[in-house]
């Protein structure tokens, strides 16, 4: 089993950056991806970033170029920086483990104030 904790989630102005965290409860070395989804009300959620346990990332079109997605095996944290944030970047942001199963935290709400 394992538990994930995101933090760093607020209010932020258009134009400027935040950086979530998500902490695990053990190692995430191994972790075959992680990953960042989000979920607006009334939307389907979606998938934003991904990294693999080699190091290779992904991004939804609608965030390249403006979100990075890195871990820290040794802090046991994957993050995303958002830079250039839109209200449309407005949603609840989930960290997701695929390690075997898939484990899920339980959010962080980010807001993006025009």
């Known amino acids: 089993q394992v538990q994930l904790v995101e933090s760093g989630g607020g209010l932020v102005q258009a134009g400027g950056s935040a950086r979530l965290s998500c902490v695990a409860s053990?190692?995430?070395?191994?972790?075959?991806?992680l990953r960042w989804y989000r979920q607006s009300p009334g939307k389907q959620r979606e998938l934003v970033a991904s990294?693999?346990?080699?190091?290779?990332?992904n991004y939804a079109d609608s965030v390249k170029g403006r979100f990075t997605i890195s871990r820290d095996n040794a802090k046991l944290t994957v993050y995303l920086q958002m830079d250039s944030l839109k209200p449309e970047d407005t949603a609840r942001y989930y960290c997701?483990?695929?390690?075997?199963?898939?484990?899920w935290g339980q959010g962080t709400q980010v807001t993006v104030s025009s």
């Open positions: 053990r190692s995430i070395s191994s972790f075959n991806i």
């Open positions: 997701n483990a695929l390690a075997g199963p898939n484990y």
């Open positions: 990294i693999t346990s080699g190091g290779h990332t």
